[in-house]
């Protein structure tokens, strides 16, 4: 009993920052309407920024810095400083991004959120010395003995700091004047400013609070959770997960929930060390609790979850069928296969690389683009493909190409798995799901080292009536063969894909995404029509990851992880996600494509990838919705009416 109780109390220090994540979701939802994927993300700033202060005396700020000392800062005014430093980088959040977005569609609103959760991350191990560095101790080190377990007194501070930072929240929006006109503007935003109210700086006051908030408690965690260059950003999920149970109403609830995740989460760690626990179980099971809270939340509470007006009308972005297919995939044929011939090395990979994650990105276009139903799980998919491609191709010795059909037929269940809750909820909150989802196949299955060894999954190379296709031959590092075998593949898949969303199937994609009850009222099953969109989108990432595989030999957690399928999702809206077109610019600039070879071996700006893919999503998401596909669509009509 005392050993339970000792792991109750080490949950609280996690538990305490999801308590604060998830009061703080649920506190901009009513200011804004905006579920802040970036929160966990704002919490990782403000712990580097301390620990810099503390170990050099330096002020680090997105650009830029300012040595305030030439000694290390003194504890508590580097924790002042680093809440006044996150509270500023949320209010710049506010201004530049979510403001000039609040009568936008949801999906421009999660992808800007996602791109600067992505944006916060990659400037951490670029602005700081990541390597080795510890967060100094800042709360008390004494202990105390509870029914017989010893209890560490910060463990209690941090528990009571995320319970008085939710009553604050919730006093602040209950009590006070500010507070109350900021839940007058999220019952009608329209009708808050046409009684004089200020929606947009109420809702700077909530990020400054929130962003505040949120530094604090990880700033006094981060000694006992460790500096961890991305971890914190993960930390939403639990906080979006504690948020949605409390049905995006009650703070209080949303802190306490939070707080139980943290604690679930330490006694699965002390059960995990009990003789009889699966193997499989013994990692990542803890991280998967938030994915199957998420689905608890928003399928059995999901109805009563409340929806914010915003101020005008929110359309996504148009959806435009290419008018003339053939000479646009004879072009594109030629264009792959001179890429191909005249290119050797490291750029042929990257051209081999672009044409794979074209076919991924055209899964996110599938389901996000035409049929409206926001996924962050492309690559979680594609790793299913992958990681029982390598299962497959070891041990059980099916041959190529009936190895990526069964893969990508597996891939396509897990993607049905994942997208029933799009039955019941849609929007922001599937983005939610599906981010959960990602995370939980990703730690679960790819880095759980009882199904996936550390030195990763080994694939036999692929061969066709005696046709050697392997992707490397000696020193050639891509063969010709497998670059036509993935030219022939992704070209077959995609011409499928522009005759199905030409038929019947497109048109029922799009009377959905439109208006899911007129939808129905036309006899359209839309239950149906939305699992169909999950299987084919995950059936086509799940060819993708086997191609993946094929082309890198061997397989590792690394290969599928979130960021990366997050990057993905950057690309395909930067590229044009309702467009054919769309998927292919996507390609070109997706990770280790053509793009990424120029930055890494000509410009060598490689370190700055992720960086500059989360700026363009999130200006493309503020400035041109449609994408590089649709902007240049409408300039060549606008010429032409000219």
């Known amino acids: 009993m005392d050993q339970l109780l000792l792991f109750v109390t080490l949950g609280f220090a996690g538990g305490a920052v999801y308590a604060v994540i998830a009061a703080s ?37 997105p650009v830029g810095s300012i040595g305030l000392s030439p000694e290390p800062i003194a504890a508590w005014p580097a924790v002042a400083l680093g809440v006044l430093s996150v509270a500023g980088l949320a209010l710049a959040a506010h201004w530049l991004v979510f403001r000039p977005l609040r009568a936008a569609p949801s999906l421009a609103r999660v992808v800007a959120s996602v791109g600067l959760m992505l944006a916060i991350a990659s400037l951490v191990p670029l602005r700081f010395a990541t390597e080795g560095a510890l967060a100094p101790a800042l709360l008390t080190d004494r202990t105390v003995t509870v029914a017989g377990a010893i209890v560490n007194v910060s463990d209690l501070i941090l528990l009571a700091t995320a319970l008085i930072i939710a009553g604050a929240l919730s006093a602040y929006l209950r009590f006070t004047r500010w507070g109350v006109a900021t839940r007058a503007g999220a019952e009608n935003e329209l009708a808050a400013r046409l009684t004089g109210l200020a929606p947009d700086r109420l809702a700077a006051v909530m990020w400054v609070l929130t962003g505040a ?21 993960f930390y939403v999920l639990p906080g979006l997960a504690a948020a949605l149970l409390a049905r995006l109403t009650s703070i209080i609830v949303a802190c306490l929930a939070g707080l139980a995740i943290g604690v679930l989460q330490s006694i699965i760690l002390l059960l995990s060390t009990s003789d009889g626990w699966p193997a499989w179980a013994q990692a990542g099971l803890g991280e998967a609790v938030p994915f199957v ?133 849609r929007g922001a909150q599937l983005a939610v799901v599906t981010l959960a989802g990602a995370v939980a196949v990703q730690q679960l299955a790819f880095a759980n080292p009882a199904l996936t060894p550390f030195e990763g999954n080994l694939i036999h190379g692929p061969t066709l009536f005696g046709w050697d296709l392997a992707v490397r031959s000696g020193t050639d590092l891509t063969t010709t063969a ?92 930067v590229g044009g996600i309702t467009r054919i077109s769309g998927a292919l610019i996507a390609g070109l600039i997706a990770p280790l494509g053509v793009v990424y070879t120029l930055f890494n071996s000509t410009l060598d700006l490689g370190r700055y990838y992720t960086l500059i893919a989360a700026c363009a999503l999130v200006l493309t998401a503020v400035l041109n919705p449609a994408g590089l596909a649709g902007a240049t669509t409408g300039k060549l009509r606008r010429e032409v009416a000219l």
Not at 510 to 519: D, G, M, T
């Open 25 to 61: 979701i649920v506190s901009l939802h009513a200011a804004t309407g905006v579920l802040n994927f970036a929160q966990g993300s704002l919490a990782l700033w403000g712990v580097w920024v301390v620990a810099e202060l503390r170990r050099s005396g330096t002020l680090v700020l």
């Open 213 to 233: 908030a949120t530094a604090l408690v990880a700033v006094l965690a981060a000694p006992t959770l460790g500096l961890d260059p991305i971890g914190y950003m």
């Open 293 to 425: 809270l998420v689905v608890f939340a928003l399928v059995v509470l999901g109805k009563s979850i409340p929806a914010r007006d915003a101020p005008g009308p929110a359309r996504m972005p148009a959806v435009v069928l290419p008018t003339r297919p053939w000479p646009a995939a004879a072009a594109l044929l030629i264009g792959a296969v001179l890429a191909i011939g005249l290119t050797s090395g490291s750029w042929r990979f990257g051209v081999v690389t672009s044409i794979i994650m074209a076919l991924i990105a055209l899964s996110l276009v599938v389901l996000t683009g035409y049929l409206g139903q926001i996924s962050l799980a492309s690559m979680a998919f594609a790793g299913s493909g992958g990681f029982l491609l390598s299962r497959i191709t070891m041990t059980w010795d099916i041959p190529f190409p009936l190895a990526i059909l069964f893969a990508a037929g597996v891939a396509t269940l897990v993607g049905v798995v994942v997208g029933l809750p799009a039955l019941r909820v």
């Open 482 to 573: 497998f670059a036509a075998t993935v030219v022939v593949i992704v070209g077959a898949l995609a011409i499928a894909v522009v005759r199905l969303l030409a038929g019947r199937t497109g048109q029922s994609f799009l009377a959905v995404r439109s208006n899911e009850r007129a939808a129905a009222s036309a006899g359209i099953n839309v239950a149906q029509v939305k699992l169909a969109g999950f299987a084919l989108s995950a059936f086509l990432a799940g060819v993708g990851g086997c191609l993946i595989g094929y082309s890198r030999s061997q397989l590792s957690a690394e290969s599928f992880n979130v960021v990366v399928g997050l990057s993905v999702l950057c690309m395909a809206y």
